[in-house]
């Protein structure tokens, strides 16, 4: 139901005010009308916070989050964040969130506008940075612009501050999604394929020595994902295929490989816990690649590939990915939240081939709504094959978190 908000200017309390005192003086100011009372009309179609824009049926929330964090970055074997005089061992950051999103109902469904800027200052970088989070609009089942990628089932329980085993993909796209009722959906979409780009690689001239540059072509022709997904009481669950456009240079390194055809297969299960606590919540996911590494984790090792180069043709890298994660509410104000996953890369040469599994521990306090304290350590081992010449290792990352959200 609308509700009204109603502020009396002050100067039309004023005239009621020298309206009751009689006096022939003023009559000539009396018989001026005065000026209409201003209203601020409260939306509450869309939840709370939103409010009618003046003159217009668009309802329009303003809100943000501050964000503010210490980290000890990458230690434990070398290479790490430690071990170089020059590195930024500990790197604190503030980040700076302003979100605008407006709504109207139309007779073809909802318009809705969203924008989240994001402003950053850290640690090792010269001045300050601003990006745009999202900036989309939706139209019925239309959504395009910049929005979380339509692959990502599961963006993760913890900070992700450096180590994830899933992906967290914010990019250009053109998406439709169709609804069916009783929680099922379907999401076609076009999205830019440079975002899931990893390196295409191959010997050099001679033939002993790899060469692990990027030798990617130019973006001609988009990704293409698909969705389909169920929520309801007892969770939510998501099946995605996507299609990936492995295109060679030829011009980087010479030679005559042509461009291939990757593509993703994956499926994602949340199952809610109330038997535990109320709010807890176990989650699985497991995706298989070939030629686009970038939708089984966003956080690979530098030698990952999406294709390698062999003689004159362009042989596509494979991986396999595992995750789950669990989260509960504890001690009323505290949560836990724990993930963690596999992954492995099965290239053309060995010497691209290597496993890597870890995860994260996150313990946060929420004592007001909407302001979060939290300290999170992450931990991530990788398993070289020995052509690549690299050593295997351990590493650690923890971050110490104040958040507020409003």
């Not at 000539?28 to 824009?53: K, M």
Request: a negative charge.
């Amino acid at each position: 139901m609308e509700k009204t908000v109603r502020f009396a200017p002050l100067k039309f309390v004023a005239a009621a005010g020298f309206a009751a005192v009689p006096s022939a003086g003023y009559a000539a100011d009396l018989a001026v009308a005065p000026e209409p009372v201003d209203y601020v009309r409260v939306c509450d179609a869309f939840g709370d916070g939103f409010f009618y824009l003046p003159g217009t049926e668009t309802c329009l929330k303003v809100g943000g989050r501050i964000r503010a964090e210490i980290s000890a970055q990458q230690f434990g074997d070398s290479p790490n964040f430690w071990d170089e005089d020059s590195d930024i061992s500990t790197r604190f950051r503030a980040r700076g969130y302003a979100r605008f999103d407006a709504r109207t109902h139309t007779e073809y469904g909802l318009l809705r506008t969203y924008l989240s800027a994001v402003f950053q200052n850290q640690t090792g970088t010269a001045g300050d940075t601003a990006t745009i989070e999202f900036g989309f609009i939706q139209f019925g089942g239309l959504t395009a612009g910049r929005a979380q990628s339509v692959w990502d089932y599961w963006t993760g329980y913890a900070f992700g501050v450096f180590f994830t085993d899933y992906t967290d993909i914010k990019q250009n796209l053109f998406s439709y999604t169709q609804g069916f009722g009783n929680g099922f959906s379907a999401t076609v979409s076009l999205e830019d394929g440079t975002r899931r780009r990893t390196n295409i690689a191959r010997l050099n001239a001679a033939g002993t020595s790899l060469i692990a540059a990027n030798a990617y072509g130019g973006h001609r022709v988009p990704d293409f994902v698909a969705a389909l997904r169920v929520d309801q009481g007892w969770g939510s669950a998501q099946v995605m295929g996507a299609l990936h456009h492995v295109t060679y240079d030829r011009s980087t390194f010479q030679g005559t490989a042509d461009s291939e055809l990757g593509f993703a297969i994956g499926a994602g299960v949340t199952v809610n816990a109330p038997f535990v606590t109320p709010g807890a919540a176990f989650l699985a996911e497991a995706i298989y690649t070939d030629g686009a590494s970038r939708y089984g984790i966003d956080s690979w090792n530098g030698q990952i590939t999406d294709a390698v180069v062999s003689g004159n043709s362009l042989e596509t890298t494979t991986t396999w990915n595992f995750a789950a994660g669990y989260r509960q509410p504890i001690f009323g104000d505290w949560e836990i939240a724990l993930e963690g996953g596999y992954h492995q890369a099965d290239a053309a040469l060995r010497a691209y081939d290597f496993a890597q599994w870890g995860g994260n521990a996150t313990l946060t306090w929420q004592p007001v709504s909407g302001f979060v304290m939290g300290a999170e350590v992450g931990y991530q081992t990788r398993d070289f094959t020995r052509a690549s010449g690299l050593s295997d290792g351990d590493f650690w990352v923890s971050t110490f978190r104040v958040q507020r959200t409003f």
